[in-house]
T-cell receptor, first 113, second 112 residues
């Protein structure tokens, strides 16, 4: 079956603009995660959605970051008033159960000029 | 602060050799352990998961877990040049079954 998909694959924006990143998880997966990977760094947890439960937003670095998941499937990560330090690869993952193995999408490379 | 430590490498091994990748973690409550492979410019790909002490084998890969020593390793037998990548160790936070902490990865180079 299809894996996790993300769009766009690349996004170049100017400082101060808003961006939206999209993730479509594996069909049937109830859990969805967003991570950020800066150049040469490990993965940083951002946010977690599980079914209809309230999301765990504890990893969001500032109030400029928000995410939603509509209908328990597709998720959008929004970054408002982008800053240069927001430049990174944003990765989405999904899993079939709360403690399940996480499968990653191809990522969105965000560059803030 | 909860941490996952990996030697950044590069670890260089000849083709056909066994590559041994190591990871230590700080959170004694962690119960789920994962190894991911990440090629340059690509996203992480799950290789192995392990939840119990001991060894778990899958093809050329063996994951080893020792919770008492807070140590998890990945052995790659008969290493191939195509195994050259960065290997990420991930461990769940003890008080969160789903939140993973990733190490910075070990870069593996397999010489033909």
């Amino acid at each position: 079956g299809a894996g996790v998909s993300q769009s766009p694959s690349n996004k170049v924006t100017e400082k101060g603009k808003d961006v939206e990143l999209r993730c479509d998880p594996i069909s049937g997966h109830t859990a969805l995660y967003w991570y950020r990977q800066s150049l040469g760094q490990g993965l940083e947890f951002l946010i977690y959605f599980q079914g209809n439960s309230a999301p765990d937003k504890s990893g969001l670095p500032s109030d400029r970051f928000s995410a939603e998941r509509t209908g328990g499937s597709v998720s959008t990560l929004t970054i408002q008033r982008t800053q240069q330090e927001d430049s990174a690869v944003y990765l989405c993952a999904s899993s079939s159960e709360r403690e399940g193995e996480q499968f990653f999408g191809p990522g969105t490379r965000l560059t803030v000029l | 602060q909860k941490e996952v430590e990996q030697n950044s490498g590069p670890l260089s091994v000849p083709e056909g050799a066994i590559a041994s990748l190591n990871c230590t973690y700080s959170d004694r409550g962690s119960q789920s352990f994962f190894w991911y492979r990440q090629y340059s410019g690509k996203s992480p790909e799950l290789i192995m998961s392990i939840y119990s002490n001991g060894d778990k084998e899958d093809g050329r890969f063996t994951a080893q877990l020792n919770k008492a020593s807070q140590y998890v390793s990945l052995l790659i037998r008969d290493s191939q040049p195509s195994d050259s990548a960065t290997y990420l160790c991930a461990v769940n936070e003890g008080d969160s079954s789903y939140k993973l902490i990733f190490g910075s990865g070990t870069r593996l180079l397999v010489r033909p």
